[in-house]
């Protein structure tokens, strides 16, 4: 009768002893019958999704990142094999918006700035090395000086990035003038220029291991290198994340100082 009220119109009807539903009696019975399917649908993903046979884990990385954050869901994927991932590589500037617009559930990044409303904790160290084509004049030195580094010109990443202000820092705190000569906004299109000797280049030695390997680049030993940063993941300040998202970060805490161990990077020194 409620029902009836609510509708303004019948939904069943009495012929002879037996009821029988009318046409939006039966559109309301189907409708109820999905709400209700859905509802039980929902219940179970819930669940699946608390014990993680499922769930989507929604990633953001510094491009620099990239290399090792690959090697670390591979780990991660064959423990949690049912869930879905999105990754998105980006540039630092990029990655503040995303988590600014709360579309990720987690960012990996170097050190995230002050001024954000974010929730941060540092989980691995992050080398930045000196680079050069293999037959660079500098490459084969014993050791390099600052002073003799700083004569030379540099393929860098933009204004902005994270591994620009750090470098940018360290020669400022020497004192030393930073002569950039190529702004490039990923770091593979700086290892590529440096393999082309259109300049040297300071990268992130988790990024290094393919061209190592290949020996089209050579990591000179500088005096006070190598710049020693950070890899931090991030999140909103105050964000509920999914339990998978917070079965990852805990894992990334745990798990990612192990998995660069086995990361086979050849002799860092030229």
């Given amino acids: 009768k409620q029902l009836e009220e609510q509708a303004d119109t019948p939904l069943i009807e009495k012929l002879g002893k037996k009821l029988y539903l009318t046409a939006v009696g039966h559109e309301m019975y189907n409708y109820a019958r999905s709400t209700m ?52 590589v ?28 974010l929730s941060s904790s540092p989980f691995m160290e992050n080398p930045l090395v000196v680079v050069a084509h293999p037959r660079h004049k500098m490459v084969g030195k014993k050791q390099v000086s600052l002073k003799e580094l700083a004569k030379h010109e540099f393929v860098t990443r933009e204004l902005g990035s994270g591994t620009r202000s750090a470098v940018e820092r360290f020669f400022s705190d020497h004192k030393l003038e930073f002569k950039s000569k190529m702004e490039m906004s990923n770091n593979r299109a700086i290892k590529h220029a440096a393999e082309e000797d259109l300049g040297l280049a300071i990268v992130s030695l ?22 020693y940063r950070h890899w931090y993941i991030v999140q909103r300040e105050g964000k509920r994340l999914s339990p998978i998202a917070t079965v990852f970060r805990d ?20």
Avoid: W
């Fill in 37 to 88: 399917q859905q509802s039980l649908d929902l219940e179970e993903t819930i669940a699946q999704m608390k014990t993680l046979q499922q769930g989507h884990l929604k990633l953001a990385v510094a491009s620099t990142a990239n290399h090792f954050v690959i090697r670390l869901l591979a780990r991660f994927a064959k423990v949690h094999p049912k869930i879905r991932i999105s990754l998105d």
């Fill in 90 to 117: 980006t540039n630092r500037i990029s990655l503040l918006d995303l988590l600014d617009k709360n579309e990720c559930d987690l960012v990996i990044m170097g050190r995230p700035p002050i001024n954000h409303k």
């Fill in 206 to 227: 988790h990024t290094m291991e393919l061209e190592l390997k290949a020996k089209t680049l050579n990591i000179i030993n500088v005096e006070d290198f190598p710049i």
């Fill in 251 to 270: 894992y990334t805490m745990q798990e990612a100082d192990q998995v660069m161990q086995d990361f086979n990077v050849p002799n860092t020194v030229s």
